[in-house]
């Protein structure tokens, strides 16, 4: 293995890729991708019934522009203006980016690119090709990578980013197979790690998936905002968001208690206004306190059963109770949606296979017959709209460390469904245009040495399996203060002690050991975060505080949550830029940095 690149990308999904694709399109071309899983990851393994790509409007006759993209991107609170703004001015060269490596979004004739609304969106301005655009997305990008000769480096933990008090000097990783660690010396770094999917029992993110913030905590970098969290229903064998259609075609929502008794919940609780709540879950699949008197009510009536010890569950297989007498029950827009669908017959999986069969299939894919099994929910973490702090760049306080992706802390308390993998390539491509831009400098020889730990009766598993639990308990989106104090206690002394409380059984679990390592510091961060949020803010956005109300005050959080170390303080989010649009101003300038390329050349 090579030993010294000029820029290492960590994380081979929309983001990684992204970024190494785009380096070598600028002229770096001595780079790697290093990953502890080629096929692992969110952008490979995830999606909905309709994973949306935002972007600016590109069809129709309503108008649209960068700034208005901008403002609502904004709006959502917690968000840096210069993010906000370079998420929209770039979202239209990135989308024709992904179009042009053949991702199949949706055209008409004359080569508009369709839009639909999605939540916190007042314009048409999302897209998708169905449930596995990231997917897509992350093929495309990989193979435009394959092409170009970009080395990946596969099975490889990164478990330290290496400083020399003047920027990034490398990186230490240690192989997923034996335990081996190797350095690796570099002059930048990309992090794109996704978002920190190992915290959760109760998570949507893909198993292969665990995220690794804990590199930029250690590093020494801020965060941003990591008490702000999206959550929702989901099934738990195989982990996928239970939106869309999935909610619009009115299954039965069942708990089974320890002694195997079924009840139907929540007609108990709501009556017929259940089946309206049901539906609009496929709109509103996010919780969102706002909405605790509306759709939010299904999140927390499920969340309410799970903790007494019951089972919850959706069934396709019978009606709702209510649906007795016929469809005529239902609110107008459910009525609707469905009559329009031609589904107003039959049962909920007769109605699913009308409308997306898909669907349907996904689950049989992995092994659950919708047809005669009952499928196992929970309100679960799916994004984190907080991450590593980094300036309108993508960089962070670390010269030559940056960060995009999830894994970057550029979004707020709540982002129109869809932004995300905006971000990815919006992210990825500016810390790309960056470190192309400058002056390469040279690093002193990075060493490290790997921390010993104590081989014998292994109980990383134990620990991990423990931590997650209890965050899902006390610091998800129905949050006890009391409790995430608690547990906050609790991993601060583990990470004390880590060296001496940790076993392992031999040396190639090392790497699972370092993910236990880095997800007890990425807990500790964001339950600082929350603490910090709950204290000054309480109850907003996806976290219900104590059981207390939102606040009266609706305007947008002027606010973000910055985290140094396990110490959170709230501070203004900057405005919203008014940049130089001047056309003779910003070709003369153009003018003088192609010179400068070419005095340098």
């Known amino acids: 293995m090579k030993k010294h690149y000029h820029t290492l ?174 350095v690796l010396s570099c002059e930048n770094i990309v992090l794109c790690t996704g978002g920190p999917a190992g915290i959760y ?26 008490e702000e969290w999206q959550y929702g229903l989901a099934s738990t064998k195989f982990r996928w968001n239970l939106s869309g259609t999935y909610q619009q075609v009115l299954p039965r929502y069942i708990s089974v208690d320890a002694d195997g008794n079924e009840r139907e919940f929540l007609y108990d609780a709501l009556g017929d206004e259940s089946l309206g709540l049901v539906f609009l879950k496929g709109y509103q699949w996010p919780f969102d306190t706002r909405k605790m008197e509306g759709s939010s009510k299904v999140d927390l009536l499920v969340a309410a059963e799970i903790k007494k010890g019951s089972r919850v569950y959706l069934d396709y297989t019978k009606n709702p109770k209510g649906l007795e007498n016929g469809f005529a029950v239902l609110p107008a827009e459910a009525y609707d949606y469905l009559s329009r669908s031609g589904a107003l017959f039959g049962t909920p999986i007769e109605r699913l296979e009308k409308m997306n069969k898909g669907a349907v299939e996904l689950y049989a894919d992995h092994g659950i017959d919708l047809y005669t099994e009952l499928l196992e929910t929970a309100v679960c973490a799916q994004h984190c709209n907080g991450g590593v702090t980094v300036d309108l760049n993508w960089q962070t306080a670390i010269p030559g460390l940056y960060c995009a992706g999830e894994a970057a802390g550029t979004f707020g308390v709540y982002r129109p469904g869809g932004s995300a993998l905006n971000s990815t390539q919006v992210g990825s491509l500016r810390a790309a245009e960056h470190i192309a831009a400058k002056e390469s400098r040279s690093i002193s020889a990075p060493v490290y ?95 219900l505080v104590d059981r207390r109300p939102a606040s009266a005050d609706a305007s947008p959080r002027a606010t973000r949550t910055l985290t140094e170390g396990a110490q959170s303080t709230l501070s203004p989010v900057s405005p919203m830029p008014d940049p130089e649009l001047w056309f003779e101003t910003l070709l003369a300038r153009k003018k003088r940095e192609i010179e400068g390329k070419q005095g340098r050349s």
Do not use: W
């Not at 998570?203 to 020494?220: K, R, W």
């Not at 620990?463 to 906050?488: I, N, P, Y």
């Not at 236990?516 to 000054?536: F, K, N, V």
């Open 449 to 543: 040495t790997l921390p010993d730990l104590s081989v014998g009766k292994d109980n990383v598993t134990a620990l991990q399996v423990s931590f997650r639990t209890e965050m899902s308990r006390v610091a998800d989106f129905d949050r006890s203060t009391a409790g995430m104090k608690a547990l906050l206690d609790r991993v601060t002394d583990l990470l004390a002690h880590f060296t001496d409380a940790v076993r392992i059984s031999a040396p190639h679990r090392r790497a699972e050991a370092c993910k236990l390592y880095d997800m007890l510091l990425t807990q500790q961060a964001t339950l600082s975060a929350m603490i910090c949020s709950a204290e000054a803010i309480g109850t907003h956005g996806s976290a």
């Open 201 to 226: 029992k109760n998570t949507v993110y893909p198993e292969s998936q665990h995220g690794a913030t804990g590199l930029a905590i250690e590093a020494g970098v801020s965060l941003s905002n990591m």
């Open 9 to 182: 990308i960590i994380g081979t999904g929309c983001a990684g890729y992204n970024a190494a694709d785009k380096l070598f399109d600028l002229g770096v071309t001595d780079i790697a991708i290093l990953t502890e899983g080629r096929f692992m990851g969110t952008s490979r393994n995830t999606g909905s019934d309709k994973q949306t790509y935002y972007k600016l409007s590109l069809s129709g006759r309503d108008g649209d522009s960068v700034r208005e993209m901008a403002d609502t991107l904004y709006a959502g609170g917690g968000v840096m203006g210069e993010h906000a703004l370079c998420e929209a001015a770039y979202s239209t060269r990135c989308f024709m980016r992904l179009v042009e490596l053949g991702v199949p979004f949706p055209t008409n004739e004359y080569g508009e690119y369709a839009g639909y609304k999605t939540d916190h969106d007042p314009r048409s301005r999302a897209t998708s090709c169905g449930p596995l655009t990231s997917k897509f997305m992350t093929e495309a990008l990989e193979r435009s990578c394959l092409r170009k000769g970009i080395a990946i480096i596969d099975l490889q933990r990164v478990v330290k980013i290496l400083t020399d008090g003047g920027g990034v000097t490398g990186v230490a990783c240690v192989s997923t197979v034996t335990g081996e660690c190797t």
